[in-house]
Every structure is written in structure tokens, then in C-alpha cells.
């Protein structure tokens, strides 16, 4: 069974502070790593995606990936209210993907 | 560029009525997916498509839930009968083909199915 696992939280961080959000996953054959936003009520959407090992920027989100410790995580900086969201991790084989149950993150004014 | 349509946007049905969902993926995406999510939880794939064949359903619930995507393009995903537990957001997901590195796939708004 492949597993992706989060902290469910919620977190709680104060606006304009870093955001930190983190998945393991335990196939060791996963190719490619997603994060999707998802508001109350409303479906996922794609935020970031990183396929190789080390860091991508991209705006005020920064997804980091290690391969060898099956690791990727997501920094949001100068967090603000709008960010408040439940955060997906997804990893794919390059056939299957497979979902982490989500963080919930509260930014607070 | 058009993204994942789905309809209808919510439904309300009694326990054992059948329903219907329709998706029509992203123009030119060859893979279709299906997810059942409940509230607190990550997406839990039913059924996927690569154009009009299945590429795995062995979490689609076969006695009472059916898919198809006949020409490859737009899909339905039907349950005959509903029962309580299917209460559920019924996401669609499309992208550009299956077995790509490389391999963004995208959601549609979902259908929100109320069973009473």
C-alpha cells in the first residue's frame, strides 16, 4: 500500500510569518510531487509541482524535495488570511497518484 | 484554456435512487480520473481512464457504482442505488497522459451529493 501521510493540524501561524507544511510518502518509485490548495467547499487546485531534489520558488511558495529521506514539504512566506486553506501533498508513480488526507492552515490577521 | 467541467454542481437524492455525474476533461488530456472525497479526507480514487480504457478501478464499489468514457473525451460516473454512505464530493481530474514524469493533473469544481 502506498502511503502519503501529513500532519492533519490545524496549524496556526500569524500573518506575515512562514508556513510550514510537511508530507512523507513511501514509495520510493514516485516520480513527480504536487501540492494543491483546497478552500472550504471548493475542489483542489494545483499550486506546486517538483520533480527533482532540492528547492522550488515560486512567488511567496517554496516547495522543498528530498528523494532520499521521502520528503517534501511546502514554505509559504509573508503568510496572509487568503492562504487560510486545507493543503494537499500528491505523489505519482507516473501512473497512479495518490493523496495525503491534507493540513489545514489558519493564517491569523 | 478550458478547464475540468463538471455537472450538476450538487445533488440531493433518497437512499436507493440512482445519480448521475458528468465530466468533460481538459481539451487534449488522454487520462480522466474520478475521486470520491469526504469531508476530512484526501481524495480516494474510484476509477481511471487512459482515452476509453479503464486503467484502474479496484476501489470503484462494482455493485453499485458504474463509469464509462465511451469516445474518450467526456465521461459519466453513475450509482444505482445510493446508499447513506456516499454522501460525498465527487471530484473529476484530468491529465495529459498517463505514465508521463511529468504529469499535472488538474480537478474540476465537483459535484456535491447529499444521500437522505
Known amino acids: 500500500q502506498k502511503e502519503v501521510e501529513q500532519n492533519s493540524g490545524p496549524l496556526s501561524v500569524p500573518e506575515g510569518a512562514i508556513a510550514s507544511l510537511n508530507c512523507t510518502y513511501s514509495d520510493r518509485g514516485s516520480q513527480s510531487f504536487f501540492w494543491y490548495r483546497q478552500y472550504s467547499g471548493k475542489s483542489p487546485e494545483l499550486i506546486m509541482s517538483i520533480y527533482s531534489n532540492g528547492d522550488k520558488e515560486d512567488g511567496r511558495f517554496t516547495a522543498q524535495l528530498n528523494k532520499a529521506s521521502q520528503y517534501v514539504s511546502l514554505l509559504i512566506r509573508d503568510s496572509q488570511p487568503s492562504d487560510s486553506a486545507t493543503y494537499l501533498c500528491a505523489v505519482t508513480d507516473g501512473n497512479q497518484f495518490y493523496f495525503g488526507t491534507g493540513t489545514s492552515l489558519t493564517v491569523i490577521p | 484554456e478550458a478547464g475540468v467541467a463538471q455537472s450538476p454542481r450538487y445533488k440531493i437524492i433518497e437512499k436507493r435512487q440512482s445519480v448521475a455525474f458528468w465530466c468533460n476533461p481538459i481539451?487534449?488530456?488522454?487520462?480522466l480520473y474520478w475521486y470520491q472525497q469526504i469531508l476530512g479526507q484526501g481524495p480516494k480514487l474510484l476509477i481511471q481512464f487512459q482515452n476509453n480504457g479503464v486503467v484502474d478501478d479496484s476501489q470503484l464499489p462494482k455493485d453499485r457504482f458504474s463509469a464509462e468514457r465511451l469516445k474518450g473525451v467526456d465521461s459519466t460516473l453513475k450509482i444505482q442505488p445510493a446508499k447513506l454512505e456516499d454522501s460525498a464530493v465527487y471530484l473529476c481530474?484530468?491529465?495529459?497522459?498517463?505514465?508521463?514524469?511529468?504529469?499535472?493533473?488538474?480537478f474540476g469544481p465537483g459535484t456535491r451529493l447529499t444521500v437522505l
Open positions: 481539451s487534449g488530456h488522454a487520462t
Open positions: 481530474a484530468s491529465s495529459r497522459r498517463t505514465g508521463l514524469a511529468y504529469n499535472e493533473q488538474f
